[in-house]
């Protein structure tokens, strides 16, 4: 693991998980059967998105260079995977499931165009987010006018990491609706 790797790690565990008491998705649910499990679902993977993006909105205002790009980048990654987790989407689970069951989930997150439900999100799935990501730093070069810019860059980094959570969130749950 990388230096770089080592402190977005730090930043993102303690800061994220310790002070705005962040859950911490180690656990693989189930596919969800039923509508009231998908809601209970829902809210659990929003409360979550909602932390993270005040995390990253929190690390946008130090003015340490590339460190937000670096926790972004990493916050990103784990709102996908937790999310999965959390509706029952992550690789290791649907590679694990029957393979008419399988295909069925890759058919439906291919109708609803994501490529992060039931795949493992690596630095190079995530380039395909870089896009957003890269207009959002040159927005955030904005923290460099004292005050109002930090501001700026802190609004403008929790509005692009939600809007890509609940952006996942919602195409989980047009997959699992299409299964069940």
């Known amino acids: 693991m990388s230096f770089k790797n080592k402190i977005t790690n730090n930043v993102t565990q303690k800061l994220g998980n310790k002070v705005l008491d962040i859950e911490d998705v180690r656990n693989k649910s189930n596919l969800p059967t039923t509508n009231i499990e998908i809601e209970e679902r829902r809210e659990r993977a929003q409360t979550l998105v909602k932390k993270k993006s005040l995390l990253s909105s929190g690390i946008s205002v130090v003015p340490i260079p590339g460190l937000d790009f670096g926790v972004d980048i990493k916050i990103m990654r784990d709102i996908i995977e937790d999310v999965n987790k959390i509706y029952g989407l992550d690789h290791k689970q649907v590679n694990s499931m029957k393979e008419d069951m399988r295909e069925r989930i890759f058919a439906a ?43 700026i860059s802190a609004s403008i980094s929790y509005y692009f990491m939600k809007k890509v959570g609940d952006e996942h969130i919602e195409k989980c749950e047009k997959v699992i609706k299409d299964l069940v």
């Open 109 to 151: 997150a291919a109708i609803q165009g994501s490529q992060f439900i039931g795949k493992k999100v690596s630095n190079a799935i995530l380039k395909v987010v870089i896009r957003d990501v890269a207009k959002r730093v040159a927005a955030k070069q904005t923290k460099w006018f004292p005050f109002v810019g930090q501001a």
